[in-house]
């Protein structure tokens, strides 16, 4: 992994394991425990090596470098072979006794990859600053490519499948010796999960979104509406009339041109449905409890397509105003009546 990809990370080996040991144990353990419910497990999980490449450390939390055979990629069809998926634990994270796993899957853009994004758009920063007790996963997508084919997960019950053998790797025994205090649940069954996308991985949402075969809970869009209306305007729809965590929400930032336009589009198509839209024209108009009930949300963001994620902490915010489970305290909420206050990223 590049030194640019990962920050300020130092490498780090298991517990009371070599390196290499380590990865020897996980590979082989891969395929030892299966998610229950509607995480079935991965059908060719154990005799397809599924291993972890890296593993970094830092005071925020371990990041993974995983490759899959869930992953989008290699894929009939396609020429991309990259089998990555990047995986961030927090340091404050810790099972719950429900033994749910919550997962914010997040789809990287154009010409980038996912161990980039995650550090150029400071993804790993902004969930540790959330307090929310969710795992981070980005899966590597069409590698430095002007496009975003959504490779196996544009498959019936891919979603699902991915996020099945990602909860089987993390919860073999090297897997839980690494992670220490904040190893995921032995059997992790689905719990919240959110997806997140920039630019062009809108399309491999979408896809999740209608063929992924899991139950997805919320979805951010950072400048990222370039198409695919109908795909977030149903799957908010399947859900107008429940509220808290059983409802579905969206908030999608964008800056201008076609996807403001489209945004716009999927806003009054929404409305004409009966689902109440917030619009925010002004940075800080809404409130902070406006972003935590809201139900679909579009903000205009006045930033840089390529900072629509990190300069305003648009990602941590939306991770404070999730229905994900928090077990720390969070001072985000004081004030939660008044204009929002923006707080704005350092480009370091």
């Known amino acids: 992994m590049a030194s640019d990809e990962v920050g300020r990370l130092s490498r780090v080996a298991a517990p009371a394991l070599g390196r290499r040991a380590f990865l020897r144990a996980l590979g082989a353990a891969g395929g030892a425990v299966a998610a229950p419910g509607i995480w079935d497990p991965a059908p060719a999980l154990a005799g397809a090596g599924s291993r972890v490449k890296e593993l970094e450390t830092s005071e925020i939390g371990v990041t993974l470098k995983l490759e899959l055979s869930d992953a989008p990629f290699p894929c009939d069809g396609a020429p991309y072979r990259d089998a990555t998926v990047m995986?961030?634990?927090?340091?404050?994270?810790?099972?719950?006794?429900?033994?749910?796993?919550?997962?914010?899957?997040?789809?990287?853009?154009?010409?980038?990859?996912?161990?980039?994004?995650?550090?150029?758009?400071?993804?790993?920063?902004?969930?540790?600053?959330?307090?929310?007790?969710?795992?981070?996963?980005?899966?590597?997508?069409?590698?430095?490519?002007?496009?975003?084919?959504?490779?196996?997960?544009g498959q019936k019950g891919g979603l699902r499948r991915l996020c099945g053998e990602i909860a089987a790797v993390l919860a073999a025994p090297a897997a839980l010796r690494a992670l220490g205090d904040c190893a995921v649940p032995r059997r992790a069954r689905l719990g919240m999960l959110c997806l997140s996308a920039h630019s062009g991985g809108?399309?491999?949402?979408?896809?999740?979104?209608?063929?992924?075969?899991?139950?997805?809970?919320?979805?951010?869009?950072?400048?990222?509406?370039?198409?695919?209306?109908?795909?977030?305007?149903?799957?908010?729809?399947?859900?107008?009339d429940r509220s808290g965590r059983d409802r579905h929400k969206l908030i999608s930032h964008f800056v201008g041109g076609d996807v403001r336009r489209l945004n716009l589009e999927l806003e009054r198509a929404l409305e004409a449905r009966g689902v109440a839209c917030l619009h925010e024209r002004r940075p800080g108009e809404l409130t902070r409890k406006q972003l935590l009930t809201g139900r679909a949300i579009f903000i205009q963001a006045p930033v840089a397509h390529s900072a629509v994620t990190f300069e305003q902490n648009a990602f941590r915010d939306c991770l404070?105003?999730?229905?994900?489970?928090?077990?720390?305290?969070?001072?985000?909420?004081?004030?939660?009546?008044?204009?929002?206050?923006?707080?704005?990223?350092?480009?370091?």
């Open 87 to 153: 995986v961030f634990v927090p340091a404050h994270y810790r099972a719950p006794e429900s033994d749910e796993l919550d997962l914010v899957v997040h789809f990287h853009g154009h010409v980038t990859t996912a161990a980039r994004a995650m550090a150029a758009h400071k993804l790993r920063e902004q969930l540790h600053e959330s307090k929310q007790n969710a795992v981070l996963v980005v899966p590597q997508g069409a590698v430095n490519a002007a496009e975003s084919p959504p490779g196996k997960l």
């Open 202 to 240: 809108y399309r491999v949402a979408a896809a999740c979104l209608r063929h992924g075969g899991c139950e997805v809970n919320e979805v951010y869009l950072f400048d990222a509406l370039y198409g695919e209306v109908d795909a977030f305007r149903d799957w908010v729809l399947e859900r107008k």
């Open 320 to 348: 404070f105003a999730s229905g994900l489970r928090r077990q720390l305290r969070s001072r985000w909420f004081d004030k939660k009546d008044e204009p929002r206050e923006i707080d704005v990223r350092s480009p370091s």
